[in-house]
Structures are given as C-alpha cells and as structure tokens.
C-alpha cells in the first residue's frame, strides 16, 4: 500500500508506525503507520499526490495541541508541518509567515516588531497552518481578524489562494477543515502599536492562563465549542464533575472545561469522560456539546 510513497519519497522523512503520542500535546494515540515530516513543499506536493493516486488516507498536522488520536492509531499518512516551515518576512506591518512556525513564536517576534494583533496568541501552543484551520482565538482575539490571505495546496495539487473572506471564518471554523487544502503559508495584516503595551498585554494574558488552565497538565486545551450564551467550564462545574476521572483522564480540578492526562490516559477513557459530560449536558441542562478538539483514528 505504501510501495509507491517509500520508494519515491527521500527515506529520511519517513517515519514507520510512528507512535502519535509523540506528535500531541494530550501525549495520547497510537501508531501512525507513515509519518511524513516534508522538507519543501514539493515534498507535500509529492506524498499527497502518491496518496491520492493510490486512495491512502493522509491527515495533515502541526503542534498536535487540538488532536485527540485514537489507541489503535491512524491507517493512512500523517504529514506533520513543523519545524521545516518557519519561514517568516516582516514588511512594515505584514507579516508573511510558513503554516509551521509556532504562534507563540510569531506573536513575540510580532510584539518585537511593535505590530500588535497577535498579542491573544502568545500561549495558544498549535502552529499558524492549525490556528488558521480552527480559527484560533482567545481574549477577544481571533485569527481570522489578522489573516490578510492564504496560500494552499488543493488535493489535486494545485497552489490556490484565499483572501480573508474566501477562508469562511467563524467560530473555530475556517474553509480548510473542509476543503481538503493544506495551508502553507499565511499573509497576516498586523496594526502598528507600542512595544510595552503589546508586552504588557502578552503578559497578562499569560499570567491569566496560568492562573486559570491546567497548562501542568498534558491536554488539548478547551474540549468543548462554547454554546451560544454559554460557558462550558461553569456548567460542567455545576454537573458536579470537576476533578471526575476515568482511567488516567481527568476533567480537570482547575478549569473544568479541560480534559487532562494525569498519566497513562488512553484516548477511551477521555473519550469516555467526553461522553459522560455530553449525556450529563444534556440530561440537565438540555444543551448538545460538541467537541472543538478533532479526534482521529482507530478506537
Ligand atoms: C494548553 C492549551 C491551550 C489552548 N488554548 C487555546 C486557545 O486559547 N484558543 C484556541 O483557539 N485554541 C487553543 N488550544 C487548541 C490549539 O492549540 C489550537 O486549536 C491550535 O490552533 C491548533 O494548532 P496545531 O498546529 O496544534 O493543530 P493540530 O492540533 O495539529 O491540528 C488541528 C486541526 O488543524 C488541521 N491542520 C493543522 N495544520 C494544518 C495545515 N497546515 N493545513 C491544513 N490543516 C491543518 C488538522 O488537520 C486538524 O484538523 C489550546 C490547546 C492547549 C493544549
């Protein structure tokens, strides 16, 4: 099934039955049966027109901090972006940057510039390529408010570009989750600011996570969308289930509207605990939760 991908890929960003634990912030899932860790974009280019030829499933990735993979691992190509997409040109207050830098990353080198807009982003631990495909935000900010345009690669091989509207940005939503495209770079329109008051508000978001996450803890951050009107952290609260565990999975003591690993979790058992908070949500409370984290694999 994967002759073709081994034999006409460089052997070197090839990984075999990669276990995914490795690749998550939740430090949870099994194998992947290729991982792919692509050089140039020629390199994508190449393993997603092999996989399409050849009906392989393949799933791209970067930090791994939204992704709950499943035990039994992934049959198909993961194609992780990551440290060789980087690339980052500041021009006045644009910024063009590759899907794999880390937000944290560009939000300092943005505050170093004085550009402010990306001062939300600074302790959101997923890489551009993934804040643009779940239009990651937080403290009133979001990236869809900074994205100027988009650049991808189509399933059928093709660049294309998306300016902001085209990318159909809602709340943790963009086209891309849709589309099949792989982004692979961004154009980001920044606005001039003060150094200090960028740091200082970098700052207190930061001092603000700390205080109120569980960032001690291996997780994927926020489990659930947040319904209209709603916050899911109290509600959970109020079902009595903070600090319920199974297994190693534990709704965490601090801020209830996050899933942690307090060691040894499987992804059963924190799908299980989503499950549990989903039925409670809706026995009392007469509410549907639907998970922002993506969750892939073999169960
Ligand atoms: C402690 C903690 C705090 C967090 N806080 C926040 C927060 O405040 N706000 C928030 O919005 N999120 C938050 N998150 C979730 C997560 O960090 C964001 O969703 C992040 O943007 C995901 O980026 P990633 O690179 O890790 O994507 P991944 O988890 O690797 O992937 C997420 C999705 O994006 C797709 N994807 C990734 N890269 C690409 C690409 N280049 N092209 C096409 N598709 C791609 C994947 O296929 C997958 O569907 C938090 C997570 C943690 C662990």
């Known amino acids: 099934m994967y002759s073709a991908l081994l034999s006409e890929l460089p052997p070197d960003i090839i990984l075999k039955d990669e276990e995914m634990k490795r690749h998550t912030t939740f430090r949870i899932g099994g194998p992947a049966d290729i991982m792919i860790m692509p050089q140039t974009i020629e390199d994508i280019q190449k393993a997603v027109e092999i996989c399409c030829q050849n009906e392989i499933p393949y799933y791209i990735i970067g930090q791994g901090s939204n992704l709950l993979v499943m035990d039994k691992g992934i049959r198909g190509v993961v194609i992780k972006l990551g440290k060789n997409f980087k690339k980052v040109d500041i021009n006045q207050n644009m910024i063009q940057a590759e899907a794999g830098i880390r937000l944290s990353e560009l939000s300092k080198l943005a505050a170093r510039h004085s550009l402010s807009g990306l001062e939300f982003a600074e302790g959101i631990p997923g890489s551009l390529g993934g804040a643009v495909t779940m239009n990651a935000g937080a403290y009133n900010g979001e990236i869809k408010n900074v994205v100027f345009s988009v650049e991808a690669l189509s399933e059928k091989g093709e660049i294309l570009h998306f300016n902001s509207d085209e990318c159909k940005f809602s709340y943790r939503h963009s086209i891309f989750q849709e589309n099949g495209c792989t982004v692979l770079r961004c154009q980001l329109q920044l606005t001039p600011g003060k150094q200090d008051e960028i740091r200082q508000t970098m700052r207190e978001f930061a001092r603000r996570r700390k205080e109120r996450q569980p960032i001690e803890y291996p997780s994927a951050g926020s489990v659930f969308k947040r319904p209209d009107g709603l916050y899911v952290g109290p509600m959970i609260e109020k079902m ?59 169960q």
């Open 240 to 298: 009595g289930l903070k600090g319920y565990r199974i297994g190693g999975a534990e709704i965490s003591a601090k801020h209830a509207g996050f899933i942690v690993n307090r060691g040894n979790a499987t992804a059963r058992d924190v799908l299980d605990l989503i499950t549990h908070i989903q039925n409670t949500a809706r026995e009392r409370f007469n509410v549907e939760l639907q998970p922002e984290i993506r969750i892939i694999g073999e």
